[in-house]
């Protein structure tokens, strides 16, 4: 993947992205929560994931691309936001305990990459989610 196709992809999962019509925004990492339709795609975090370290060099400039960054802190925030006890999907009961905790954990994993990358310390940034993939998580 190249960096003008993982920022594409961002734009997609964070729903910031003008072609709504396209299937990526609708099943993408916040579009598949908003209506949620029982089901957390992992394939969504492990796109996200894939895509920072696509971008991983960007967060070395001094100057990070905005769309970047609103797109990372888009997803993690309304995520967090949505699945929290007042949020759409929390108030409403719409994910089970075990897919608040998953969700949860994936946002974490994200926003722990994005921290890391931010000091540039790419070398810890995908820690937790060599973790998460192999299962220790």
């Given amino acids: ?10 734009s997609y ?22 209506p949620f339709r029982g089901e957390l795609l992992e394939s969504n975090f492990i796109e996200v994931m894939e895509c920072m370290k696509v971008l991983q060099d960007e967060f070395e400039q001094d100057k990070v691309d905005k769309n970047i960054l ?9 995520a967090r936001v949505w699945a929290s006890p007042d949020g759409m999907l929390g108030s ?3 994910l089970a305990e ?18 890391w990358l931010l000091n540039d310390a790419p070398e810890e940034a995908f820690w937790s ?9």
């Fill in 13 to 34: 999962h964070s729903g910031r992205n003008e072609n709504v019509d396209n299937p990526k925004w609708i099943n993408g990492f916040l579009g598949s929560l908003r």
């Fill in 70 to 78: 609103s797109d990372i802190i888009g997803i993690t925030h309304l």
């Fill in 92 to 94: 409403n009961k719409l």
């Fill in 129 to 137: 989610y060599k973790m998460y993939l192999e299962g220790e998580l």
């Fill in 98 to 115: 075990e897919q608040t905790s998953k969700l949860n954990l994936w946002v974490d994993i994200i926003q722990e990459a994005l921290m």
């Fill in 1 to 10: 993947m190249s960096i003008e196709e993982a920022k594409e992809l961002l």
